[in-house]
């Protein structure tokens, strides 16, 4: 049997009897709105009220000759009000063909086309044959190099790792000497500067096409910025120092007091040195192992390649697009 009842502002309504119970569906417009009630049969009260979560005192009802109904600060049970649904912040996206590690282990090998700053100590030019300067300015050019590494990242946050590892690099130079030496200059025994000059009377023809290479260990520390662009797609964005070994140095140039052909094994170098780089660029993943990387890069040595006594400096740098081709290992 179902009927209504108002009493007041309160409605008490849906009241459904069973052999020895009665439901009572409540509503008012509060908080208690569409509560239910299982309230057993009883005698009668005098007055109804509707709280948060109980009924109190619900008036006796008559259903057609069924039994009366009392609720006495009975416990109700409300219905759930719906959450609302708040938007998570869009995440970046991360592609499928990404490392699953922490730690990243690749060997990777890149080619690169390197340069020379060329410069001379103002307070050392008597010790240098004044055709030297002009010679190694004209006959000496910047190289293709070959290098290869393993390299070692962690990644420390999204999108951002630490990297290191261990290359073989190498700097090298076109030499290319094709000049007349014709006079001999005078060396003063007791400070080996160059005092003088004489002509000589049969000039010697210097000629020298070699590609001459420094050879290097190198440690590098960087930290690399590398969002996904697409699937495939991966930018990087770098910058590091690197600690550089020296190894050994191949090819020929001319003596800078005497002009003759001299092997690059027999001079003086650092065998200590250090460099900065920055990097930006893409890497292409054909899959999670193997990518291939376009970037364009700029590496500078921090220093001479030569020990203190020369009196020039060669300091190596690269500037130029070093296409990587990276395979990883885990």
Do not use: C
């Amino acid at each position: 049997a179902q009927k209504e009842s108002t009493m007041g502002s309160s409605n008490i309504s849906n009241i459904q009897n069973t052999s020895d119970k009665t439901l009572i569906v409540a509503s008012t417009g509060g908080s208690a709105a569409g509560s239910e009630l299982l309230a057993t049969e009883g005698s009668a009260a005098s007055t109804v009220g509707i709280g948060k979560n109980t009924i109190s005192h619900v008036s006796v009802i008559e259903l057609d000759g069924l039994s009366t109904v009392l609720a006495d600060e009975v416990a109700v049970k409300p219905y759930l009000t719906p959450t609302p649904i708040v938007k998570a912040k869009p995440s970046a996206y991360v592609s499928p063909l990404s490392e699953r590690s922490l730690w990243e282990f690749s060997i990777k090998a890149y080619p690169n086309f390197t340069f020379r700053k060329f410069k001379v100590d103002e307070d050392k030019l008597n010790l240098l044959h004044r055709d030297f300067i002009d010679q190694v300015e004209v006959a000496e050019s910047g190289g293709f190099t070959f290098n290869i590494g393993l390299e070692v990242s962690r990644k420390v946050a999204d999108a951002t790792y630490i990297n290191s590892g261990i290359e073989y690099i190498s700097y090298k130079t076109d030499a290319n000497f094709d000049f007349t030496n014709f006079r001999t200059a005078i060396i003063d025994e007791n400070t080996q500067t160059i005092s003088s000059y004489r002509l000589k009377a049969d000039p010697e023809q210097i000629v020298i096409n070699d590609v001459n290479s420094y050879n290097y260990i190198n440690i590098p520390l960087s930290i690399a910025y590398r969002p996904w662009a697409s699937k495939h797609v991966r930018l990087n964005i770098e910058t590091g120092i690197s600690y550089m070994r020296f190894l050994s140095a191949k090819g020929n140039s001319i003596d800078y007091k005497t002009l003759e052909i001299i092997d690059l094994a027999n001079r003086d170098y650092r065998k200590s040195m250090g460099s900065v780089s920055f990097r930006v660029g893409a890497t292409y993943y054909i899959s999670s192992q193997f990518n291939l990387g376009f970037e364009p890069t700029f590496m500078y040595f921090t220093n001479t390649i030569y020990t203190e006594e020369y009196p020039f400096e060669i300091i190596p740098y690269s500037v130029g697009l070093n296409l990587k081709l990276q395979v990883k290992l885990n």
